[in-house]
């Protein structure tokens, strides 16, 4: 696993870190490295998440797509799906 992917594996855990990926690859990359802070402020919970989960949820996936997908991303993906 890259360096980066286990630096955030241990900051957030393996659960919300593959939450995020899954986030990424379901919203877009690129979408994700749009988000601001202020979007993140104003997400809004929904019937599954509460609103400070959708946050937190957002902020990892946005951390997790500044990343590179095939030296980062994909050997973590390989590791842990």
């Known amino acids: 696993m890259g360096y980066k992917m286990q630096e955030l594996e241990n900051k957030v855990g393996n659960q919300m870190l593959c939450m995020a990926v899954v986030h990424c690859i379901d919203v877009g990359f690129r979408n994700m490295r749009e988000v601001t802070e202020e ?43």
């Open 39 to 81: 979007d993140i402020e104003n997400a809004e919970e929904n019937g599954l998440m509460t609103k400070e989960f959708v946050q937190e949820l957002n902020r990892v996936a946005v951390e997790v797509s500044k990343l590179d997908f095939f030296g980062e991303i994909v050997p973590y993906i390989k590791e842990r799906f």
